[in-house]
């Protein structure tokens, strides 16, 4: 069954120091993936995408994201993490956009001034 | 260029009673989705438009919703009735034609089913 798994349910950080966050997925083909954000009162926002080429994919705000196929993962990095990075992260998968999304439970992102 | 809107942004109601959420996507996309969120749980999908026209309907849950987008614009998704499970956020995303074009969501209605 396809499926994303985000194991971290909180994650707290101080300000300035960096962050990972963890992705993993169970799908049939290589599939698409991306990341989203949700900050408190906004609707979700695209912060990359992982389509195909180089495994490493920047993004928006700094982000970053590595595919690893051996690993079936796809984890979110950013080196130094703002306060108004503080929301929650979303993984999903899909064989591409136009089809629908599966998406994991999410991360909620704290972070310590 | 506005981004997706939905309406309204919570809706508090009985359980039996009706519900229609509206979303209007970003002008142009004909690709629109609803999605919903439970308890904190994953971002599941529920349905997706294409222009006026359901293209895939599989994650409907069943029968008490339905989904509309006459003339290929707005759609609304209507519960009724409502039941304590339908509580959750529902997202809405519109998306231009091609493949690899981003879903954008809205910021979700929020449903208390009481």
């Known amino acids: 069954a396809q499926s994303v798994t985000q194991p971290d349910i909180h994650i707290t950080v101080s300000e300035g120091a960096s962050l990972e966050l963890r992705c993993n997925y169970s799908?049939?083909?290589?599939?698409?993936l991306f990341w989203y954000v949700q900050s408190p009162g906004q609707g979700l926002q695209l912060l990359l995408k992982?389509?195909?080429?180089?495994?490493l994919v920047q993004g928006i705000k700094g982000f970053e994201a590595e595919f690893k196929r051996s690993q079936s993962s796809f984890n979110l990095r950013k080196p130094s993490v703002h306060w108004s990075d503080a929301a929650e992260y979303f993984c999903?998968?899909?064989?591409?956009?136009?089809?629908?999304?599966?998406f994991g439970s999410g991360t909620r992102l704290l972070v310590r001034p | 260029e506005a981004g997706v809107t939905q309406f309204p942004s919570h809706s508090v109601i009985e359980k039996g009673q009706t519900v229609t959420l509206r979303c209007d996507p970003i002008?142009?996309?004909?690709?629109l989705y609803w999605y919903r969120r439970v308890m904190g749980k994953e971002i599941k999908f529920l349905l997706h438009?294409?222009?006026?026209?359901?293209?895939?309907e599989s994650g409907m849950p069943n029968n008490r919703f339905l989904a509309e987008r006459t003339g290929g614009t707005y759609s609304t998704l209507k519960v009724q009735p409502a039941e304590l499970e339908d509580s959750g956020v529902y997202f809405c995303?519109?998306?231009?034609?091609?493949?690899?074009?981003?879903?954008?969501f809205g910021p979700g209605t929020r449903l208390t089913v009481l």
């Open positions: 995303a519109s998306r231009l034609a091609g493949v690899a074009d981003t879903q954008y």
């Open positions: 799908y049939g083909a290589t599939p698409y």
């Open positions: 992982y389509f195909s080429g180089d495994t």
């Open positions: 999903a998968v899909g064989p591409d956009s136009s089809y629908k999304l599966i």
């Open positions: 002008s142009g996309h004909d690709n």
């Open positions: 438009f294409v222009k006026e026209s359901k293209q895939d």
